[in-house]
C-alpha cells in the first residue's frame, strides 16, 4: 500500500447519505420516549438509506441482566416467524474477544451482519442486518454499521440512564466527527454546490466560482441553467431531474460553460438530501473536472498529504511479516521513529504488553474471516521508552495483494486523562480528596447490601466540627479550607482501609465503618476525636477544634441507607447540642427533631399571623435608680402551648433563616409602642433597646427600615438603642463596622450586647461605633462567689470607661450584686431586681408617667 486511493464517488455519495442518517438520529439519542417506539424509529430509519433498502430486513436484540440472552426489541422486515424464533435466544460472547456469534438456525452465520452494541466494554445487545444469499459482506458497510451500532449504545444507556444525557450528546459528538470532517474535506478538495429543490443554486464553494468564473455572488440565487452549455438533450435532463426528484443518487458528465463562454466537462454525482418524511429539501452536487486531468492528480496529493497529516496516528503492516510498510507523519513524530527505522519493527515492537501469541490471538478472527475490524485499547511504547494510551482500529485488507493490517489509531491519553478528571470531580471532594456525597452514599448503599446478604453489622458516624465557622468568621473562608484539609488529614490518617471517610458538605464528614461491635465504634470515635487533639496551625495561628459524633446502626435502627444518614445526622445534632461528644441514636431523637420541626412550622404561622408580642423590661441607674430605658423583648404565645421559651424558637428560628423576618417585625412594633404611649400622654422612657440578629446584618436593608419604621411612626432617632452581640459583629466586621457607623448617623446608639462571651477586642471596640457595653449575666451571676469574674469585671469597666463607653450589667437579682457594681462604678444594670419583661401595659403602668400639660388616655 504505497499510494493512498482517493475516495470514489459512490462511496462519497454514500457517505453523504450515511451521514445525513446519523444526523437524523441524533435527536433520538436525547428523545424522551420508551425505549422500543425510539428503536423502531431507528431500524425504520437505517433501513431507507438506499443500500440497505433491498435487504431482507433486521432488528436490535438485547441483552437481559445476566448476560446470557438476547430479547428481541425492535425488527423491520424480519416477518412473524423469524421474529417469533428470535424473541428470546441463548447468547455468549464467542471466545477470543470476537463479536460475530451464530444467533439462530434460521439465518447461516454468513447471512447477516452482527453489530455488538456496547457501552464500557459491557454488552447491550446486537443490530441484526440479514444479507441475501450471496451477497457478501462490504468494510464500509461494516463500518456505517459500526457507527450505528454505538449510537444505538448511546440511545439505549441515555434512555436508561436519563441523567447521564450531557455526556451522552458529547459521546455522540465524538461519534460523528470524523463524519462532519469528512464533510468539510469534500468542501475544501471537490467542486461543491447545493440547490434548493427548484434548481435555485444556495451554496457553492471557491472551486466551483474558480472553473465556472462566476463569483459567488452571482451564483448565489441564481438558477442551476447558468452554466448551461447547450450540448445536452432533452431527454438527458428529463432523465437527469426524473432520478434526482425520486430520491435516486445520479451520476454522469456533463458539459458546462464558463461567464467567459468556454466550455469544461466535470464528472458529477448529484445527490438529494431529503427531510424524515422523504421530501426532497435540497440537492448536493460534487463535481471532478475532468477536461485537465492535472487538476486529480493534484486532488490525489492533496489528499494524501491530509492522510498524512491526519491527527490520527495511521499504520499499515504486511500480513505474513507484520513488518510496518507505511506510517503517516502523525504517528512517527508522536513515536520518535524516523520511517527507515519503522520498517523494520512490528505492532509487536510498540506495545509492551503485547506478546507475539498475544498479538496472533488478537488478529486470529481477522484472518480467519470471523469479523471484519477489531477495536481495542492498549498502549504504545516510543523511542525515548515512554508509553501513552492508545484506541485501535484493526482492519485486515484480505484483497490486497499482499494482504495488509490497516490501523488507525488514535492518542487517547488527554480522553483519559479527561475521564480521571470526570470521575475526580463526580465522586471525590476537591478540597480534601476525600469521597464526597455522591460516591459515599454509593458505598453506603453497598455496605448495606453486603451487611444484609452476611448477616452482619454496620455503623454510620455523622461528624461535625465544633467552632469551625468561627474561623470561616474571623479568618476567611481561605483559612477555613486550609484547616478542613488539615482535619481530613488527621482523619484520614488514623482511618483504616476498609473504612469509608467522606466529606458530604462544610464541615460535615462521614465514616462508614462495617462488621464491628460497638466498643469498636467507640474506639473510633475516640481516634477521631484524638486526631483533634493538637490544634491546628493556619498561616502561624492556631485553632482548637473539636467534633460532635452522631451514630446510626445497621440494621438496629434502619436497613436502608438514606434513612441511616438521616438518623446519624440526628444524633451528631443531639451531642452538638449537649456539648460536643457522641451520640447513638435512639427513637427519642427523632421526637425531638419532629418536636423541632412543629415549633419551626407555628413559629412561621405566627409570624406570619402577627401573633408575636414585645415585652419590656426596665435598666436603671445604678447610682440614683432613675429609670434610663428599657430593652423591647419578644415573645410568642402559642394557641395550644402557651408561651414557648425564647431559647427554644428563638435557636429554630435562626436555623431556618427566619430572624430577619421576626427582626423586621420587632423594630416596626418597637417604633409603633413608642408611638402609642407617646399618643397616650405617657413620657419617662427615653431610649428603648432592640436586638438585631447577625441574619439582619448581613444586608444593608436594615438601615432603611429602620429609617422607615421611625419616619412612619414620627419617632426621633435618639429614642431608639440597637442591641448586637459581639459574635453577629464578627461574621463580617468590615460590614458590621459600616453598618453601625451608618446607623450611629441616623442618631441611633449603639449597644453591644453578651460583651465577654464572644470576641472580645479592643481593636473592634475602637473600629465599631459602640456606645454602651452590656455584661452578659453569666458573669453577673458569678461576681460575689468568683474573684477571677470579679476583675473581669472590673477590668471590662475600666476599658470601656477609657474609651468612654458606658456599661451595663445584666442579670441582676439582688441587692448585694447591685452594690458590688456600683463599688466597681458599673453605670446601669438590669434584671429581675429592678423589674421582670413585662407586657406594654403593666409596663406603662408601672414605669411611664403623664407627659406634662397632659392627662393620660383612659379607656
Known amino acids: 500500500m504505497n499510494q493512498i486511493t482517493v475516495l470514489d464517488a459512490v462511496t462519497i455519495s454514500r457517505t453523504l447519505e450515511q451521514s445525513a442518517l446519523l444526523h437524523r438520529l441524533l435527536p433520538l439519542v436525547l428523545a424522551d420516549r420508551p425505549l422500543a417506539a425510539l428503536l423502531d424509529e431507528a431500524l425504520d430509519q437505517l433501513f431507507a438509506v438506499s443500500w440497505l433498502a433491498h435487504l431482507p430486513g433486521g432488528g436490535v436484540f438485547l ?77 464500509g458497510e461494516i463500518d456505517f454499521l459500526t457507527s450505528v451500532g454505538e449510537l444505538l449504545a448511546l440511545l439505549i444507556a441515555a434512555n436508561r440512564r ?5 455526556r451522552t450528546e458529547a459521546r455522540l459528538g465524538a461519534a460523528l466527527a470524523e463524519t462532519d470532517s469528512l464533510m468539510r474535506t469534500i468542501r475544501q478538495h471537490t467542486i461543491f454546490s447545493q440547490a434548493s429543490p427548484d434548481g435555485t443554486i444556495t451554496e457553492v ?6 472553473i465556472s468564473g462566476y463569483s459567488r455572488d452571482e451564483l448565489v440565487g441564481a438558477p442551476h441553467r447558468i452554466n448551461n452549455s447547450g450540448r445536452h438533450s432533452a431527454e ?18 456533463i458539459c458546462n460553460r464558463r461567464k467567459d463562454g468556454s466550455l469544461y466537462w466535470v464528472d458529477s454525482i448529484v445527490m438529494p438530501v431529503c427531510d424524515s418524511e422523504g421530501r426532497v429539501e435540497r440537492f448536493v ?27 490520527n496516528e495511521i499504520y499499515v503492516f504486511d500480513a505474513s511479516t507484520l513488518k510496518f510498510t507505511l506510517v503517516n507523519r502523525g504517528a512517527r513524530e508522536n513515536l520518535g521513529y524516523g520511517s527507515e527505522e519503522l520498517a523494520g519493527l512490528t505492532p ?8 507475539a501469541h498475544g498479538f496472533a490471538e488478537l488478529i486470529a478472527p481477522l484472518l480467519a474471516g470471523k469479523i471484519d475490524k477489531q477495536f481495542f485499547e492498549t498502549v504504545h511504547r516510543r523511542k525515548d521508552g515512554s508509553t501513552y494510551p492508545v484506541e485501535v482500529s484493526l482492519h485486515y485488507a484480505a484483497d490486497e495483494n499482499p494482504p495488509v493490517f490497516v490501523a488507525i489509531v488514535q492518542d487517547i491519553t488527554q480522553r483519559k486523562s479527561n475521564d480521571a478528571r470526570i470521575e475526580q470531580l463526580a465522586f471525590y471532594d476537591p478540597l480534601t ?7 459515599m452514599i454509593d458505598r453506603l448503599r453497598q455496605a448495606v447490601a453486603r451487611a444484609e446478604r452476611y448477616g452482619q453489622t454496620l455503623s454510620l458516624l455523622f461528624m461535625d466540627l465544633n467552632r469551625f465557622k468561627e474561623i470561616n468568621d474571623t479568618r476567611g473562608h481561605g483559612v477555613g479550607d486550609a484547616a478542613l484539609a488539615e482535619v481530613a488529614r488527621r482523619f484520614r490518617a488514623v482511618m483504616r482501609r476498609s473504612e469509608t471517610l467522606a466529606r458530604i458538605g462544610g464541615d460535615e464528614f462521614v465514616a462508614i465503618v462495617e462488621n464491628v461491635t460497638r466498643a469498636n465504634v467507640i474506639g473510633i470515635i475516640h481516634r477521631l476525636k484524638g486526631a483533634l487533639a493538637e490544634p491546628i496551625v493556619v498561616e502561624g495561628k492556631a485553632h482548637n477544634l473539636s467534633v460532635s459524633v452522631g451514630v446510626a446502626d445497621f440494621p438496629r435502627d434502619s436497613t436502608q441507607p438514606e434513612s441511616l444518614l438521616q438518623l446519624a445526622d440526628i444524633a451528631m445534632y443531639e451531642a452538638k447540642s449537649q456539648g460536643g461528644g457522641y451520640r447513638f441514636y435512639d427513637p427519642e431523637m427523632g421526637r425531638a427533631v419532629a418536636k423541632r420541626h412543629e415549633i419551626a412550622v407555628r413559629l412561621s404561622q405566627a409570624v406570619a399571623e402577627d401573633r408575636l408580642e414585645l415585652f419590656f423590661q426596665p435598666f436603671v441607674s445604678l447610682e440614683t435608680g432613675a429609670l434610663e430605658g428599657a430593652e423591647a423583648l419578644l415573645r410568642w404565645r402559642d394557641p395550644e402551648w402557651g408561651f414557648v421559651r425564647p431559647d427554644e424558637f428563638i435557636p429554630i428560628a435562626a436555623e431556618r433563616r427566619m430572624l430577619a423576618d421576626i427582626g423586621n417585625w420587632v423594630i416596626d412594633r418597637a417604633c409603633r409602642q413608642l408611638r402609642d404611649w407617646r399618643e397616650a400622654g405617657l413620657c419617662g422612657l427615653d431610649r428603648l433597646a432592640i436586638n438585631v440578629a447577625a441574619e439582619q446584618m448581613e444586608s444593608a436593608a436594615i438601615l432603611h427600615r429602620i429609617e422607615a419604621a421611625l419616619r412612619r411612626n414620627e419617632t426621633p432617632a435618639q429614642a431608639l438603642e440597637v442591641e448586637i452581640t459581639e459574635s453577629s459583629m464578627m461574621t463580617d466586621p468590615d460590614r458590621a463596622a459600616e453598618t453601625l ?52 469585671i472590673a477590668a471590662t469597666i475600666a476599658m470601656a470607661r477609657s474609651l468612654g463607653l458606658k456599661v451595663l450589667a445584666e442579670g441582676v437579682e439582688t441587692e448585694a450584686q447591685a452594690q458590688r457594681l456600683r463599688e466597681l462604678r458599673c453605670d446601669q444594670a438590669q434584671g429581675y431586681l429592678f423589674g421582670k419583661p413585662v407586657p406594654a401595659d403593666d409596663f406603662a403602668r408601672t414605669w411611664l408617667r403623664p407627659a406634662p400639660g397632659k392627662a393620660p388616655a383612659t379607656e
Open 433 to 439: 480528596g476525600l469521597a464526597n456525597r455522591a460516591l
Open 285 to 311: 452536487s460534487l463535481r471532478r473536472d475532468v477536461t485537465e486531468r492535472r487538476h486529480a492528480d493534484e486532488q490525489l496529493a492533496r489528499m494524501g498529504r491530509i492522510l498524512d497529516d491526519s491527527s
Open 162 to 166: 436519563a441523567a447521564s444525557a450531557a
Open 741 to 792: 457607623r451608618r446607623l450611629k448617623d441616623l442618631g441611633l446608639r449603639i449597644s453591644i450586647d453578651d460583651f465577654g462571651t464572644g470576641y472580645s477586642s479592643l481593636a473592634y471596640l475602637k473600629q465599631f461605633a459602640t456606645d454602651k457595653l452590656k455584661i452578659d449575666m453569666s458573669f453577673v451571676r458569678d461576681l460575689l462567689d468568683d474573684p477571677n469574674t470579679q476583675a473581669i
Open 236 to 253: 438527458f435532463w428529463a432523465d437527469f431531474w426524473q432520478k434526482i426528484n425520486n430520491g435516486e443518487v445520479w451520476r454522469g458528465e
Open 205 to 210: 464553494n471557491d472551486a466551483f466560482c474558480a
Open 348 to 355: 509487536i515492537d510498540l506495545d509492551p504488553d503485547l506478546a
Open 63 to 139: 441483552a437481559d441482566e445476566t448476560g446470557t440472552a438476547l430479547t428481541l426489541a425492535a425488527e423491520h422486515g424480519l416477518g412473524p416467524e423469524i421474529a417469533g424464533r428470535c424473541a428470546r435466544i441463548p447468547f455468549a460472547p464467542p471466545a477470543g474477544g470476537g463479536t460475530h456469534a451464530q444467533m439462530f438456525d434460521a439465518i447461516a452465520p454468513d447471512g447477516h451482519y452482527t453489530v455488538p452494541i456496547t457501552a464500557r466494554d459491557a454488552m447491550l445487545g446486537l443490530l441484526l442486518v440479514r444479507l441475501p444469499e450471496g451477497r457478501r459482506r462490504d468494510a
